[in-house]
Every structure is written in structure tokens, then in C-alpha cells.
């Protein structure tokens, strides 16, 4: 089975439920590693700050391989300038908000309160979005959660 991307470079990509499932692992382990980097470092440096070097040490890569694969240009332009904008703001915020949670609470209770984001995504979804949640997918998140 093949799926095509939405990106310019119209690559096709091929389905490999055994590369997907080392993927979502090491994925896993990564951003458990991160949680705990936080929780140390937000003891000693200040929350911004501990964000601020995160993005930067997260944009250099991504912009390597871009640039690498001729892709950089495709990555960076937009046709909705205020959507990324604001797409952005919210990153950094939801960012900030869980290295402060991360920092201050215990790591078991700070991971465990972020797995109601399903829930929150539902109501936000049905509010702002004016999607019709069904019962289905209420009763898919509720059995998730």
C-alpha cells in the first residue's frame, strides 16, 4: 500500500507496519528521555529558558535535512501566513506549559494528566471547529482514555 504526501516534493510512501512500529518506539523512549531532561534541567534554569533551547537545538536538524534534501524552500513557504503564525504561538505556548507542568509536578503525574489532551481536543474540535463529535468518537476517546 502506498500513501502520497501533500508536500511538494509529491515522494510516494510506502507502508511498513514493522518500521512504523520501531519508529513509534524509539519515538517513545525519545520523548520520555526529553520529560526527564526537563524535569531536571526546569530545577535549574528557568522554564523560557529551557523552551527557548529546545526549539533552537530542535530547528538546526530538521533545517539540515531539509536543506540536504533540496526541500528547505518547499518547508518554508506558505500561502497562509497567519495560520502558521498562529499554529506557532500555540506551539510555543502548549511548549512552555508543559515543560512548567514538568518541572513542578512529579513526572508519573504530569505525563498521566497530558493523556486527557484527547479529551480536550474533542470538546475543542466540537467548539471552535463546529465538528460534529458523534457519539462513536466520544465513546473511541472515553474507552482510550
Not at 71 to 82: K, W
Amino acid at each position: 500500500m502506498s500513501v502520497r504526501c501533500d508536500c511538494e516534493c509529491r515522494r510516494v510512501l510506502t507502508t511498513s507496519p514493522r518500521r512504523g512500529l520501531v519508529y513509534v518506539t524509539l519515538a517513545a523512549l525519545l520523548f520520555a528521555a526529553m520529560s526527564a531532561l526537563v524535569r531536571f534541567s526546569g530545577q535549574e534554569a528557568p522554564v523560557g529558558q529551557v523552551v527557548f533551547f529546545r526549539a533552537v537545538f530542535a530547528i538546526v536538524p530538521v533545517a539540515l535535512i531539509y536543506a540536504i534534501r533540496g526541500e528547505l524552500y518547499a518547508a518554508i513557504h506558505t500561502h497562509r501566513l497567519r495560520g502558521h503564525i498562529g499554529r506557532g504561538i500555540f506551539s510555543i505556548g502548549g511548549m512552555f506549559f508543559n515543560f512548567a507542568s514538568l518541572a513542578r509536578l512529579p513526572l508519573v503525574d504530569a505525563t498521566a494528566i497530558s493523556f486527557a489532551s484527547p479529551l480536550i481536543t474533542g470538546v475543542f474540535a466540537a467548539m471552535f471547529l463546529k465538528e460534529r463529535v458523534r457519539l462513536y468518537r466520544w465513546s473511541a476517546v472515553i474507552i482510550g482514555f
